[in-house]
């Protein structure tokens, strides 16, 4: 008896063998799984959209099957790259094997149709005898790909499981070089395949090389006041959602592994803290409170702040070591560098510190941006309202990098979300996060 293999266990995949069947109106298409699944597809390739096998035969040791899908043009392809390159994170979807319902739908909006809508967009055939009729593939007169024969049924189950294995196999098939033309510099350790989903603001990018100029304290009622609440703990939900063996992880129980990742997360969460009690660090907040922030993202997802703050310079100037090492001195952390004018922090340390310090009151514009940001992201994180985003590492494409976003789905997660831009002022001199050295604007 033949074994039972699933096709089209995927998303992309199930979606292909669908625009295959919905083509199929004599149902010769189910002839070739047999074939597939008993080994009588003795070689089989895919390089673009070219597919060539040897199939088994009844009267010939094999047959020989050669297809090609009709190549996207210049136009199609351009469209494909804006659509995904507008769209957050939807090359993260794909290659979680995910289908962005927001790409077919934007696609065939833009009537680009990247799933085969009929026969004539597949040009080849088999050289079997069922397939002689009119002319035959080696024929003098080309046989157009109609109802399939069996060979070539079994053949486009192959691909089917392709397309399961690797989705990007859809693309290719419409000769999209999907993730070389994403890809960054090989020379990033940490490179991700697409841009992220930024909107740039429209002042010149900064000069980390000169100091900003200083902004004044403000009082916490001139910035819109932030109302965090704990949400509604979601990591049952989010688990729900999450399958057992995605196509990037066949070999290892996926939902398995995050659930242990969202009960880590619980556990883990109270070790973020870095001053044992509201005491602590009342120099270090005066300082914090005071200082003007800039915030440096890069697209590997990496990062650092920039504090410009009076009390770095002059002949009474505060010795950062002395300054981070005394408020904080039975937590080891990456300590401030100092650059020009300013103190370089990572993001995660400057977080860890903001969480338990209070917020509003007499504090620079981004004191109070960066403080709710780092008060949501302890509170997503505490109750588990962030979502695991799959992406690959360009340099070795067998291994992956987890990221977490917010739920934005929640009503509670999006009010945080609006609340913190409209702290986000990105024309204010004291507020300023950026991309690669260009200014984001709020909602990103």
């Known amino acids: 008896m033949a074994p039972r293999i699933t096709y089209g266990k995927t998303p992309w995949g199930k979606l292909f063998l669908e625009a295959l069947g919905h083509l199929d109106t004599t149902g010769r298409l189910q002839r070739g799984k047999t074939i597939a699944n008993t080994g009588k597809v003795l070689s089989f390739a895919v390089k673009d959209n070219e597919i060539t096998a040897k199939v088994k035969g009844s009267f010939q040791p094999y047959y020989m099957v050669k297809l090609s899908f009709r190549a996207f043009s210049d136009q199609e392809r351009e469209i494909v790259f804006k659509l995904i390159q507008s769209s957050p994170l939807l090359l993260g979807d794909i290659l979680k094997g995910e289908l962005p319902e927001a790409l077919l739908s934007k696609l065939n909006a833009a009537e680009v ?93 900064i000069d980390l090389t000169e100091s900003e100029s200083e902004v004044p304290v403000t009082e916490g009622a001139r910035v819109p006041e932030v109302q965090l609440k704990h949400p509604v703990n979601q990591s049952k939900f989010i688990l729900s959602c999450l399958p057992a063996n995605p196509a990037f992880c066949l070999k290892l129980d996926y939902h398995e592994v995050m659930e242990q990742f969202y009960d880590y997360l619980k556990k883990q969460l109270p070790k973020m803290y870095l001053l044992d009690n509201a005491h602590d660090g009342e120099q270090l907040r005066r300082f914090l409170r005071s200082s003007t922030w800039a915030v440096h993202l890069k697209r590997d997802f990496t990062g650092s702040v920039h504090l410009h703050n009076d009390m770095l310079t002059g002949t009474n100037a505060v010795d950062p070591a002395l300054l981070f090492g005394s408020s904080i001195p039975f937590h080891p952390f990456p300590a401030p560098s100092r650059i020009p004018d300013a103190l370089r922090m990572d993001t995660w340390t400057l977080c860890r510190l903001l969480i338990q310090m209070p917020a509003g009151g007499a504090s620079t514009h ?52 609006e609340q913190l831009e409209n702290v986000y002022d990105a024309s204010a001199e004291s507020v300023r996060v950026t991309l690669d050295g260009q200014l984001l604007e709020a909602h990103s």
């Open 366 to 417: 981004s004191y109070q941006f960066l403080s709710a940001a780092a008060r949501m992201t302890h509170l997503l994180l505490g109750s588990g309202a962030v979502v695991p985003d799959v992406l690959p590492l360009v340099d070795d494409a067998s291994k992956w990098k987890v990221i977490f976003k917010p739920l934005a789905t929640t009503d509670e997660v999006k009010l945080m979300i």
């Open 113 to 205: 149709d990247l799933l085969p809508s009929a026969w004539s967009e597949i040009t080849g055939g088999c050289d079997c005898p069922d397939n002689l009729g009119d002319g035959g593939f080696f024929r003098s007169v080309p046989k157009a790909v109609g109802a399939p024969c069996k060979h070539m049924a079994a053949v486009y189950f192959l691909i089917t499981a392709e397309v399961d294995k690797d989705p990007f196999t859809i693309f290719s098939l419409r000769k999209i070089k999907l993730a070389e033309h994403f890809a960054v510099s090989t020379s990033a350790s940490t490179a991700v395949p697409y841009p992220l989903p930024a909107k740039l603001h429209t002042m010149a990018p």
